[in-house]
């Protein structure tokens, strides 16, 4: 019965001269990827500024920063997707892979802006000091100095973060994105068979996120060395 369900969902042509399930779900796979690793790049570049912000004696320069990270904290991803969708590019056409890479990428900035936060808190305050009293810029210090040591410290959380993200594209599928889960909700209202590729979706994100976990302990595995010697 399971090998049924399974050819039905997976191996056969879907109806409405669909392609096999397994086809839908590798094309769904790759847009996933693809608007989680644009919109990681997107949540560094900005939340590393945004972080170094926050640690800023300036009141003028923190208070942004501040205001931007708890706005978007304070707010579900799903809304500041359809916020960027339906309000940001209502008169404005753009792929969907786009908006969800703008509004991810956004989303993620406001929570790497305060890991990069805790460490750059996390090194030595004599370090910048040291620094500045050799007649070394307080930027060119942060950028070759505290920024580096940060981030090994910071490396775990900024790994979780990808993870989170990874996992919050699932929703994609809401404004018409045809990512991972999408594909598995089609292939589930065409066959009305859930259990075949909810489950196969479900097993290929648990299989990423490992993948990823697994990868981020040998990169911490080898940091720490280097760190002992």
Do not use: H
């Amino acid at each position: 019965m399971w090998w049924s369900r399974i050819q039905q969902c997976l191996i056969d042509p879907l109806p409405n001269g669909l392609p096999p399930g397994w086809k839908m779900l590798l094309n769904g796979l790759g847009t996933t990827l693809m608007i989680t690793a644009l919109a990681a790049c997107l949540g560094v570049a900005l939340g590393t500024g945004l972080g170094v912000m926050r640690t800023s004696k300036r009141g003028w320069i923190r208070l942004p920063a501040r205001l931007y990270t708890d706005l978007i904290r304070g707010t579900p991803v799903l809304v500041q997707l359809f916020i960027i969708n339906f309000i940001v590019f209502a008169s404005v056409p753009a792929d969907k892979w786009l908006v969800a890479v703008i509004a991810f990428g956004l989303n993620s900035a406001a929570y790497v802006a305060e890991i990069v936060r805790a460490g750059i808190q996390s090194v030595n305050p004599g370090q910048m000091d040291a620094a500045r009293s050799l007649g070394m810029p307080g930027g060119l210090a942060m950028r070759e100095i505290i920024l580096p040591q940060a981030f090994r410290n910071i490396l775990p959380a900024l790994g979780n973060e990808f993870v989170v993200l990874l996992k919050e594209t699932s929703v994609v599928g809401f404004i018409g994105g045809m990512d991972l889960m999408r594909m598995g909700d089609i292939i589930r209202s065409k066959t009305y068979e859930a259990y075949v590729p909810l489950l196969s979706v479900a097993a290929v994100y648990l299989v990423l996120t490992l993948g990823i976990a697994s990868l981020l302990q040998r990169l911490e595995r080898r940091l720490s060395w280097g760190r002992e010697r």
